[in-house]
């Protein structure tokens, strides 16, 4: 039983900043890999961010040098800064770990945050 608790969504302004964070919940024994993704209105979700046990992080094009993935082992958690928000990154984010537990590894999805830009 291992579930993801999201946070840190909500209603921007341009040029604005928002910290998400995600923190897996559970008989977790490991994390190979965390990351977030992301859903606009009439798109395909994409993979924002990702970081995994080892430390390598990957960035889709449209976020380089804006957004950050980091994580905290000790509290099985991961963080997206955003900043420089613009109104194109208005979407449900959802966070995503690949998780070890006794029995198997599996993957967990998030229930989504809502990050809206506008003016």
């Known amino acids: 039983q291992v579930q993801l608790a999201e946070s840190g969504g909500g209603l921007v302004q341009p040029g604005g900043s928002l910290r998400l964070s995600c923190a897996a919940v559970?008989?977790?024994?490991?994390?190979?890999?965390m990351g977030w993704y992301r859903q606009a209105p009439g798109k395909q979700r994409e993979l924002v961010a990702s970081?995994?046990?080892?430390?390598?992080?990957n960035y889709v094009d449209s976020v380089k040098g804006r957004f950050t993935i980091s994580r905290d082992n000790a509290k099985n958690t991961v963080y997206l800064q955003m900043s420089s928000l613009k109104p194109e990154d208005t979407a449900v984010y959802y966070c995503?770990?690949?998780?070890?537990?006794?029995?198997?590894?599996?993957?967990?999805w998030g229930q989504g945050t809502l990050v809206t830009v506008s003016s």
């Open positions: 995503n770990a690949g998780v070890t537990t006794v029995t198997r590894y599996l993957e967990v």
């Open positions: 559970g008989s977790v024994l490991s994390i190979k890999v």
């Open positions: 970081i995994t046990s080892g430390g390598s992080i």
